[in-house]
């Protein structure tokens, strides 16, 4: 019993919020949410607007429907871009 010591709340907090956005795949609903743009708006904007983060396959699958995710780092950094346009403009 002498060498178990409590886990505090906060640290075990902390630890479960450090993660890796580069290596985090989120899907469409999470998308929208964070770009704030409905979803025929997120797939026009993959047609049109090259800087737009691409979708990564989930699986093997070609079909139409396939499960896809984006990368939660890129997905930011557009974000970001889009906000920095505001002030230049």
């Known amino acids: ?20 956005p ?3 795949i989120i899907r469409m609903p999470e998308l929208a949410a964070i770009t704030g743009l409905a979803r025929p708006t997120i797939y026009k904007r ?10 990564v396959p ?3 699958s070609k079909a139409r ?15 970001r871009q889009r906000i920095a346009l505001r002030g230049a403009a």
Do not use: C, H, R, Y
Not at 9 to 17: D, I, K, V, Y
Not at 46 to 55: G, H, R, S, Y
Not at 65 to 79: I, K, N, R, S
């Open 1 to 20: 019993m002498e060498n178990i010591q409590p886990i505090s709340a906060a640290s075990n907090a902390a630890s479960l919020l450090q993660f890796d």
């Open 22 to 24: 580069s290596a985090t």
């Open 46 to 55: 993959l047609k049109d607007d090259p800087a737009f983060p691409k979708p």
């Open 58 to 60: 989930l699986s093997n």
């Open 65 to 79: 429907g396939a499960p896809v995710g984006w990368v939660l780092a890129e997905v930011q950094a557009w974000v």
